[in-house]
């Protein structure tokens, strides 16, 4: 029974007068422009409010919309990777097959849009909750491995029932009707998205600041400790995992009907890779960090287009610094720095 | 009226008998401490009554109920808590919300209310926060309620240990060698917590190795000695037993 | 031979055959776990950059066997270069990062690729002939059979190399415990670079053997990157026999899945096996069981 050897500079003392009491006082107005309930999220209403005035043309709300989409999938995923510590690599999987549901429901069978989406939602909340419990029991690179699997599997399906699917060319999915008028155009989905990922990130921060979200934490944090806590930490993971899949499911739903396209690539390995990027880029377990990470990714092709044959060679090397430099990410680095810097200015 | 039965208790890792056909009980409102040099055994027996590993044979009873290889976090509804010899703390998150974490099932953790942050979720969470500022007070750890627990000495890691355990107001709490690298002065303050603890009506296992740290405290003391019971009784009985001088204090010297 | 027979015989010679490929690829990123628990997701660029710089070589005028050289040690040099200026700066990443790092580092080298020699398939010349062999009625091209031949061969000098060297040992030593490895004066620095420099090795010899019988181009290596990781994780991770047995295993069952079942679905029966094996065995088939003290 090994004991534990204490770090060296201990001193009981040391730290008791740097924390000051949050019990009782009022929270520091920095504080509370910096929290994530608080500042955060009135931010990003300000943006979307405002950004309209930036937009100029359909090529413009296409880019923006998408970056919307892309940010709900990723405020769910970092419930997953960054909040549970559990990886996945086949979240595309998931997307694609909620953008799927709602283009063969829509388009082969009449079924309205409306009614698609929930369907769809809820079938990739039972296909995840289904492989769930297995691939959860997995852990670390098996975990990596089991869900690039299901997202790979997913993703040659849909290629290969070309009947139903169209195949690796595609489907058309009609646009979306509500009340008996077709929603399409750049400005309509906007607000459509916005308020989708207003919600996504609304709920997102409820549950990180609830008893679930600190189980989630601390079965991360340690296992064995959440279980003796009571966490039955199986079922949350399992819980989360299907949370986060339905959101992507939701969002590929929203994804098909304002592109009136999907294809394959939509649930595709890569696909799967760049949700991840965008959490780890943003910050692991910072909701911001998601959104963030989702504008920059998505935006970044849109402005290495210009490079045309270099854009990959950029994306790497981009991936790679990035990464190398904040390996925290760019939310959790930039708010820490923040913090510092607000702490001097008020002692 | 027993608090925790154990009967006829073994078992073996790939050859190697780490407990060996143990029975003994634990009354309630008492300190029991469970000692025996390195390697006797101790956390294994710890392990086996929190649900960790499950026994090859015998049977462990809590209130009379068989709880035999039920699963940690079902025995922690049972009103089971612990704390770790080597350190299970949840890095990253405060100190706070690390004891709230052990106040989750007392709080309302139904995924839908807690999507829709429903009054009853904030309400639930508001008075625990208080319960566990409390908690973390009684143990000392007033200091540090928003500190990143990462970033906290090792001593008082300890404590947030034992406070996390009591958030969940168990019935049984048991502590693996909570003053295990730390100094006399810390031991004391540490041994002054179980004794607070104790009086407030939670019955303790104390698994120590070092005997003279439990001898004060006790109220009743199991001897392991390679996975069997060596002794047990009072302190001053176990002190005076000559099987446990000779294995144990005279071995340790 | 009843022909019911033959055409098991050959489904089973094509499946071994992809089943080598995949196993150095495996081995390549068994080794690099084990000496820096990284899962190195360039390494199927190995593959491709093995394949792609041999027929570039090639093109230019030099010879094969020249080429092949000059290929495995332009290769080896990129992941030297990948472990020093990607790897090694973010050593203290989380394992997700280090994820992403190698992601990234595998984008950037398809990027430069298909910048440089461009996005089309280019088959290599078989070692020697396109004759068929004929074996109990089945046949067998001849670059299958150098490519289970170089493959025995690699995994037997890597055996001894281990086994047998110094340098070898301190990579076994590092894998077990790099601390200790490091207190008894192995440089674990060197072990980390070397790792790398071994796998890519690996994967451009799997480059270039399969080449001459799929072509390559600038894409190949995702979809044998991510079988190679498939059978290191089927056999075990870290575990260099259980990458070897994993990846012909996978090669096996792939082939007889395509021959029997559905050759549309034959990139998928790779990922339905080891969802099947991952869920009863969560190590793999012969990985350790982690039993975490507490």
């Keep these: ?347 | 009226m027993t608090l925790l039965r154990v009967e006829g208790v073994s078992i073996q890792f790939g050859g190697v008998q780490a407990i060996q056909d143990l029975d003994f009980v634990i009354n309630p409102g008492t300190i029991h401490s469970i000692i025996g040099p390195n390697g006797a055994g101790k956390t294994t027996l710890l392990n086996m009554i929190t649900g960790i590993y499950a026994p090859s044979t015998g049977a462990i009873y809590l209130d009379d109920v068989p709880i035999t290889g039920r699963r940690p976090h079902d025995l922690a509804r049972l009103g089971l808590a612990r704390t770790f010899q080597n350190l299970q703390i949840m890095r990253t998150m405060t100190a706070l919300d690390n004891v709230m974490v052990g106040r989750h099932l007392h709080l309302n953790r139904n995924l839908l209310s807690c999507l829709l942050r429903l009054p009853s979720v904030t309400r639930g969470d508001r008075q625990a926060r208080k319960r566990c500022v409390e908690l973390m007070e009684s143990v000392g750890l007033g200091g540090y309620i928003d500190a990143e627990a990462g970033a906290m000495p090792y001593g008082a890691l300890k404590r947030l240990e034992i406070a996390r355990a009591l958030a969940a107001e168990p019935k049984l709490l048991l502590l693996d060698e909570p003053a295990a690298g730390l100094n006399a002065t810390e031991t004391k303050e540490i041994d002054e917590v179980i004794v607070k603890v104790a009086r407030s009506g939670v019955t303790v296992v104390l698994v120590e190795h070092d005997m003279k740290l439990v001898m004060g405290i006790s109220d009743h003391i199991l001897v392991l000695d390679y996975g069997r019971k060596l002794a047990e009784g009072t302190p001053e009985a176990v002190r005076a037993n000559p099987a446990v001088v000779a294995a144990y204090l005279g071995a340790v010297g | ?294």
């Design chain 3, 1 to 294: 031979m009843p022909p019911a027979f033959v055409e098991f015989l050959q489904f089973l010679l094509s499946g071994i055959t992809s089943g080598a490929i995949y196993a150095l690829v495996g081995l390549g990123f068994a080794l690099i776990y084990n000496a820096s628990h990284v899962i190195n997701f360039a390494q199927g660029e190995f593959v491709m950059l093995g394949g792609m710089l041999t027929w570039a070589l090639m093109s230019a005028g030099l010879d094969l066997p020249l080429a092949i050289g000059a290929a495995v040690a332009l290769t080896v040099l990129a992941g030297l270069a990948l472990e020093k200026l990607a790897i090694e700066p973010a050593r203290d990443a989380d394992v997700v990062t280090l994820i992403i790092i190698t992601i990234g580092a595998g984008i950037f080298l398809r990027g430069v690729v298909s910048v440089t020699l461009g996005k089309d398939f280019h088959p290599l010349p078989s070692f020697s002939g396109d004759d068929p062999i004929s074996v109990l009625g089945a046949t067998i091209m001849p670059q299958s059979l150098w490519v289970l031949g170089v493959s025995a061969l690699v995994v037997i000098a890597l055996q001894l190399f281990f086994r047998y060297t110094l340098l070898g040992k301190s990579i076994l030593a590092t894998s077990y415990n790099r601390d200790a490895a490091r207190l008894m004066g192995v440089n674990v620095g060197f072990v980390l670079l070397l790792s790398f420099g071994l796998s890519a090795m690996l994967g451009a010899m799997a480059g270039i053997l399969i080449a001459p019988i799929t072509a390559t181009n600038f894409e190949v290596g995702i979809i044998l990157g991510l079988k190679g990781f498939a059978a290191a994780i089927l056999g075990g991770l870290g575990n260099g026999l259980g990458a070897i047995v994993g990846g012909l295993l996978l090669g096996i069952i792939e082939s007889l899945g395509a021959g029997y079942i559905s050759s549309d679905y034959k990139d998928a029966m790779a990922f339905v096996v080891i969802l099947g094996v991952l869920f009863f065995m969560p190590s793999g088939l012969f990985g350790r069981r982690r039993t975490e003290r507490v």
């Design chain 1, 1 to 347: 029974m090994a004991h534990n050897v204490r770090p060296s500079g201990y001193s009981k003392f040391a730290k008791k007068q740097t924390y000051t009491r949050r019990m009782g006082t009022k929270k520091n107005r920095a504080q509370m422009l910096l929290s994530e309930r608080g500042g955060g999220l009135s931010l990003l209403i300000l943006v979307i409010l405002v950004l309209p005035l930036f937009l100029a043309n359909n090529y413009h709300y296409d880019v923006v919309v998408n970056i919307g989409i892309n940010a709900i999938v990723v405020v769910g995923l970092n419930l997953l990777i960054g909040h549970a510590g559990q990886i996945s690599l086949g979240h595309a999987g998931f997307f694609g097959l909620g953008a799927y549901v709602s283009a063969v429901l829509t388009a082969r069978y009449g079924v309205h849009g409306l009614v698609a989406l929930p369907v769809g939602a809820l079938g990739v909340g039972i296909l995840a909750y289904a492989i769930a419990r297995p691939v959860l029991r997995l852990s670390g690179h098996y975990l990596a491995m089991a869900t690039l699997g299901v997202g790979l599997i997913i993703h040659i399906v849909i290629s290969r029932e070309a009947w139903l699917t169209g195949g690796p060319d595609g489907m058309y999915v009609p646009p979306l009707e509500v009340m008996g008028v077709a929603v399409y155009g750049g400005p309509v989905w906007y607000w459509i998205v916005a308020g989708a990922l207003i919600l996504a990130v609304w709920l997102s921060l409820n549950v990180i600041d609830s008893p679930v979200g600190r189980a989630l934490r601390g079965l991360n944090g340690s296992e064995v400790a959440a279980q003796a806590a009571g966490v039955d930490t199986t079922r949350y993971k399992v819980m989360v995992f299907v949370l986060s899949a339905v959101m992507a499911a939701v969002a590929g739903s929203l994804a098909a009907h304002f592109s009136e396209f999907v294809s394959p690539t939509k649930a595709s390995f890569l696909q799967s890779i760049l949700f991840v990027t965008m959490v780890v880029l943003g910050g692991m377990a910072s909701t911001f960090g998601a959104v963030l990470g989702a504008v920059m990714l998505t935006l970044l092709p849109q402005v290495l287009a210009d490079f045309a044959d270099y854009e990959q060679v950029i994306l790497g090397l981009i991936m790679m610094a990035v990464m190398i430099a904040l390996p925290k990410g760019l939310v959790p680095t930039l708010t820490a720095l923040v913090k510092r810097w607000v702490r001097r200015a008020g002692s």
